[in-house]
Every structure is written in structure tokens, then in C-alpha cells.
């Protein structure tokens, strides 16, 4: 498993969105940052919701 901090700069994404059981980002896994992203989009994330798809993760990326 390769951890998020070597794709992604977590920091600011933490700071963006805050989940209630957000764990220490050393140990985060990159879903859950691919899920932060899609948020920013306007993606749910409600448990029976699908994948975001590829539209939603474009909003959250341009955000």
C-alpha cells in the first residue's frame, strides 16, 4: 500500500474538509482523499452511494 503523502500534499485537504473520524493523516489511506476531493465536487459519500465518477472529481479538482 502506498501512503497518500507520496501522491498527494494531504495538508490543505485536511484542513478543507474535516471528517468526524478523521484518523492521523500519516495513516490515511489515498480513498480517503480521493473520497475529500469528491466532496468538493458535491459528491455525498453517503454510505450505499456509489464511486464518484469522474465528472464530481473534475468539479472538486478545479475548485
Known sequence: MTPARRILTPAPLDHL???????????????????????LGGYLARALDPPPGNIVMWRGLSD
Not at 474538509?17 to 466532496?39: C, G, P, Q, V, W
Open 17 to 39: 474538509i474535516k471528517n468526524n473520524n478523521d484518523k492521523e493523516s500519516k495513516n490515511k489511506k489515498l480513498s480517503d482523499y480521493i473520497t475529500k476531493i469528491a466532496k
